[in-house]
């Protein structure tokens, strides 16, 4: 029993990083000179930077217990008011700093509102978000009467197709989000409120926690990821549209939860959420080279998050057995 207990123990801690691996052998078998070449690799990179930036946020928020549903809406909002910040043919053309810090501000003030809802009025993290996200979403169309906004100074493209060294800039600032919560969630004292939020509300409540500033301050990380995202995306399509990051909050809620992350918080490592981003990254790539269609890949990313819930739900009945047993 000892040695059955210890491979399932196995698999809980490393299956995510298996499961990459797994993927990089199936379409390597599958399309070997489309799939194995450098150029792919910094493709798959480039393409998950704006869901991989947002998940990083997410994960303080999901480490809470809580769940972010405006991040998809999040993104769009803050490229719609960026571009009409920069813009000087669609827009206001104040110029590329002030439209950042705007949009980065924007991102903020999302963060104030979905913890104010949660915190304040008291509403479930789910509701609370499913509504700001159709607001935010509403506010975003009425801005532009549904009308993308486009014509930017140059440079402004740089952040969203540039390189640095050879690295697309999108995948640096990714990896440089996914430092800061690193060093957040392993090295700072609001990390720790974080996990002990999530592990138990009432026990960090009774320790002397400030309840209502920590989850603040996780939506605030959430929604300011958010922005960052959909600045990158901005510049990348040189577009600002509402509809920007529709359905966004199902691939990053995916990402993080794949990543080992639990759905019911206290639980899970950024290094985790990393494995998950890349295998959504490697999976839609794959899935592409080998000729499914965009149907199809979203059943299996349905399928995806499913599973991903399930084995969280289970990893956490293995892992609270033993204690059961030794009570």
Do not use: H
Not at 247 to 254: F, G, L, V
Not at 287 to 314: H, K, N
């Amino acid at each position: 029993m000892a040695k059955k207990f210890n491979v399932t123990n196995l698999l809980i801690t490393y299956g995510i990083y298996m499961v990459l691996l797994a993927l990089f052998v199936l379409f390597t078998m599958l399309r070997p000179k489309a799939f194995l070449s450098s150029e792919n690799f910094l493709n798959i990179l480039r393409q998950v930077s704006v869901i991989g930036i947002a998940a990083a946020g997410m994960t303080c928020v999901i480490i809470t217990g809580g769940i972010d549903l405006s991040s998809g809406s999040a993104i769009g909002m803050v490229g719609v008011i960026t571009a009409i910040i920069i813009s000087p043919g669609k827009g206001l053309g104040l110029g590329i700093p002030l439209g950042l810090v705007t949009g980065l501000a924007t991102g903020i003030v999302i963060g104030l509102v979905n913890g104010f809802v949660i915190t304040r009025l008291r509403l479930p993290p789910i509701i609370a978000t499913l509504g700001t996200m159709t607001s935010i979403r509403g506010a975003a169309y009425l801005l532009t009467a549904g009308k993308p906004v486009f014509g930017f100074p140059d440079g402004f493209e740089v952040i969203g197709q540039g390189y640095l060294w050879g690295i697309p800039i999108p995948v640096i600032v990714m990896a440089l989000a996914f430092a800061a919560i690193y060093v957040l969630l392993n090295e700072c004292r609001m990390g720790r409120y974080l996990y002990g939020l999530g592990g138990n509300e009432e026990a960090a409540r009774l320790s002397g926690t400030d309840v209502v500033k920590v989850k603040y301050f996780a939506y605030i990380v959430s929604a300011l990821c958010c922005a960052v995202a959909g600045i990158v995306l901005l510049s990348r399509t040189n577009s600002g549209t509402p509809k920007a990051g529709t359905s966004y909050e199902m691939d990053i809620i995916t990402a993080v939860v794949l990543g080992g992350v639990s759905i019911t918080g206290g639980e899970g490592k950024i290094t985790g959420v990393i494995a998950g981003v890349l295998i959504m990254g490697v999976l839609a790539n794959g899935m592409i080279i080998v000729g499914l269609s965009d149907y199809v890949q979203r059943v299996i990313q349905g399928i995806v998050l499913i599973l991903a819930v399930a084995f969280d739900l289970y990893a956490k009945k293995i892992k609270n057995k033993p204690m059961e047993v030794a009570a």
